[in-house]
């Protein structure tokens, strides 16, 4: 079925550093994928998305594409700040239209 | 804007106790689901409701029930408590099914001692 397969953690990065954090796809057809993020002590919020092949989806300096040749929707930001420390989710939308999360990696961010 | 509410935001329970946790969805979404996000993992779907109506079923112990009632919240009920049911529980709404874009409560953490 669906799924996705991330990048683990935990990252550990300086201030103003490049931040990637890799996210495959395992799918039939073309799901909707999607990026979460889960600040200390909060709930899931929605960082980006993209519905189709070649889109891309940005937000607060991140961004991700939607790749279909290499299945991949890897999330990459220029320059992290502190405030960017959180657990981030890849996420896909199964052929049951649940949302299927990979299994988060860790950033922490040091001033 | 109106975001997911959720109560208790946390609690604690002892073993074989009740558990019951609300969730208040967005207003005019139309679909609630439930996800249980144990330590250091990654959110499971427990169960959702598409117009008060259950939608589909994850991982959900036999233990646990929900429902969706007329004014869209819905509860999510825990019986016979184990420690291993400690974790955080999500509740997530959104307008129109199949898109997978969630808006997510902040959580409730139970606590089972």
């Known amino acids: 079925g669906n799924s996705v397969t991330q990048m683990e953690g935990p990252v550990t990065l300086s201030e103003e550093a490049f931040l990637t954090i890799n996210c495959t796809y395992t799918?039939?057809?073309?799901?909707?994928l999607f990026w979460y993020v889960q600040y200390p002590g909060e709930g899931l919020q929605l960082l980006l998305k993209a519905t189709k092949a070649d889109d891309k989806g940005s937000n607060k300096g991140f961004e991700a594409t939607y790749r279909k040749e290499t299945t991949s929707f890897h999330l990459e930001k220029g320059s992290v700040q502190v405030s960017d420390s959180a657990v981030y989710f890849c996420a896909l939308i199964r052929n049951d239209y649940k949302l299927s999360f990979g299994a988060g990696t860790t950033v922490t961010v040091r001033a | 804007a109106a975001g997911v509410i959720q109560s208790p935001r946390h609690l604690i329970k002892e073993k074989r106790e009740t558990a019951t946790l609300k969730c208040y969805p967005i207003?005019?979404?139309?679909?609630v689901y439930w996800y249980q996000q144990g330590p250091g993992q990654d959110p499971q779907f427990l169960i959702s409701?598409?117009?008060?109506?259950?939608?589909d079923k994850g991982s959900i112990p036999d233990r646990f029930s929900a429902q969706q009632f007329s004014d869209y919240h819905s509860e999510l009920n825990m019986s016979s408590l184990e420690l291993g049911d400690s974790a955080l529980y999500f509740c997530?709404?959104?307008?129109?099914?199949?898109?997978?874009?969630?808006?997510f409560g902040e959580g409730s953490r139970l606590t089972v001692l």
């Open positions: 207003p005019r979404h139309d679909t």
């Open positions: 997530a709404s959104s307008s129109k099914t199949r898109t997978g874009e969630l808006f």
């Open positions: 409701f598409y117009e008060k109506m259950q939608s």
């Open positions: 799918a039939t057809g073309y799901p909707s």
